[in-house]
């Protein structure tokens, strides 16, 4: 079943202990689409400028991405920079340029309207609601969010969690919304805030890479495996929702092992199960 994901499209700057790369294609709607694009139909709410060519346009469509709902405008694309120099396990933001989202007003394609899914990744807690309250027959909606939007917008983002089904945040971002330090504590007073169940993201993949290169995508690849793979199945039940952490561990495994999204850009559904399996007999998963 189709899954729409709103978020940021991005040109990112990252360093981390084995490089740095300028402006290259990220976003957090960008590594989610990727992810999940292995498992179902993905279609994107995003804007973008004039910086973004059919070139980085095509990385999506390859992966049969559906994009007619990423907007161009006048101006610049959404610019990141990021560095991982002292601790790969999180980010340390050098910059956040807006730059077209200052303006941005969603837009949902008529043709978007039967979908089954939603994701809210990353992006302005209001535009998060905005598509939300507009896509009111989904069966489920997951969603994300960052250091970023906790301390600059909290009533926004306070808005946007009473209309979220899953939350995946990671560790810091959890205590950091709850104002709590003790992560079990942190987690429930999460929940009371609106999202029925919360997956709490730890640095570290949770499968042991040999190469770990660029960090940057893991949280919103992770999302796209566990997300696309619910919408890939008939019934959401306990399983369903156990096997899905796994797919979603599987895919920011394979993102972190080469710069941006390279490594997304093409795997097999093969090696996706493979690591799948292999996943599963370290942890002894039926
Ligand atoms: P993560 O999966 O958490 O590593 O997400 C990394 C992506 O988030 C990068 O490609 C960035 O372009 C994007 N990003 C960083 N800061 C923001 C922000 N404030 N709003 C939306 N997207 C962001």
């Known amino acids: ?18 490089g740095r790369v300028n402006d290259i294609l990220g976003g957090a709607a ?10 179902t139909e993905v279609r994107m709410v995003a804007v973008v400028g004039e910086d973004f ?7 999506l469509k390859d992966r049969g991405v559906d994009t007619r709902g990423i907007e161009r405008t006048q101006g610049k694309t959404f610019r990141w920079g990021g560095q991982y120099l002292d601790n790969m396990n999180e980010a340390k933001t050098d910059f956040t340029e807006l730059n077209v989202f200052e303006k941005f007003q969603p837009r949902i394609p008529k043709e978007y309207s039967d979908t089954h899914f939603l994701f809210l990744a990353n992006i302005h807690p209001t535009l998060q609601s905005a ?6 027959g989904v069966r489920l909606t997951g969603g994300d969010t960052m250091n970023f939007w906790i301390q600059r917008t909290p009533k926004e983002l306070a ?26 504590r942190a987690a429930r007073k999460v929940i009371a805030m609106g999202p029925s169940a919360l997956v709490v993201k730890h640095g570290a993949p949770a499968l042991p890479i040999e190469e770990v290169k660029d960090p940057t995508g893991a949280g919103d690849s992770f999302a796209g495996g566990f997300m696309g793979y619910i919408a890939s199945q008939g019934e959401i039940n306990r399983e369903v929702l156990k096997r899905a952490l796994f797919y979603g ?31 599963r007999e370290l942890t002894h998963l039926e």
Request: proline letters at 2%; a negative charge; charged letters at 20%.
């Open 159 to 184: 808005e946007t969690l009473k209309l979220v089904n899953v939350l995946l945040i990671n560790d810091t971002e959890t205590k950091m919304l709850a104002d709590d330090k003790n992560l079990p």
């Open 249 to 279: 561990g599987v895919m920011g495994s394979f993102a972190v092992e080469r710069f941006g999204t390279e490594r997304l850009q093409n795997l097999s559904r093969g090696e996706i199960d493979a690591r799948f399996q292999l996943f």
């Open 131 to 136: 598509v939300r309250l507009e896509m009111n």
């Open 1 to 18: 079943m189709s899954i729409l994901v709103v978020g940021s499209v991005a040109f990112d700057t990252i360093a981390t202990p084995s």
């Open 30 to 39: 960008t590594y989610f689409a990727l992810a999940a694009s292995y498992f």
């Open 53 to 59: 060519t059919s070139e980085h346009e095509a990385v």
